[in-house]
């Protein structure tokens, strides 16, 4: 895929309600697991700085390719877990995380992640969670069918070259441990086989 390519995917479909979210904050934005930079490059007209990270080098490669130089945009390629903590100034009014998380260890992960945000700002994470009770299955098995149909009607989803991870968690294993590390965090399942989980630092 080229460049500057605009496409529909499971995650894309949600890069609407997260750039909107985003903007009413504004300030500087931290995209973790930015893969090829699409997400970066719709949030940058509505926030001071949006930096992206991600551990792939390809992908990076391609994130600096889209958002050419000079934008309010920065790259780092590197492990989010290896990223030091900002001084308070440079801390983030909104961290976003799109099908990501599983990709790292959920408790440390969702703990380095609270301390990238400033007083009152917002993590954002849409992620994948593994089917484990019988009502992960009942919901995935509902939802295939409509799910066909919105790919079609989309045209298809197309394949982006980004690295991909089972989900290890259910979204039970999920919400116990981001209630546990973010009081008063709210997930919830969402379409696509998503959920999403928002934290605001109070
Ligand atoms: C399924 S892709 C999603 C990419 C992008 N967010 C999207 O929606 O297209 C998962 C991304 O997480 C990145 N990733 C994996 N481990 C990471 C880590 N420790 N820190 C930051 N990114 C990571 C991968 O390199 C990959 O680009």
Known sequence: MSGKAIYWNHNTAFHAELVNDAKRRGGRV??????????????????????????????????????GAGSNTELIAGDFMAMSVPPPEERYQTITCVATLHHMELRPALLHMRRFLAPGGRLLVVGLS???????????????????????????????????AEPRESLDEIKRTASEVLPGAKAKRRFYYRYTLTWVNI
């Not at 098995?141 to 009607?153: A, R």
């Open 30 to 67: 931290l995209d973790i697991g930015c893969g090829e930079g699409l997400l970066l490059e719709r949030l940058a007209p509505h926030v001071a700085l949006a930096v992206g990270i991600d551990p792939d080098n390809d992908a990076v490669g391609r994130a600096r390719k889209r958002l």
């Open 130 to 164: 593994a089917n484990k009770t019988a009502t992960d299955y009942i919901v995935a098995g509902l939802h295939m069918m409509p799910i066909k149909l919105m790919d079609k009607l989309q045209g298809g989803m197309q394949e982006i070259g980004v690295k991909l």
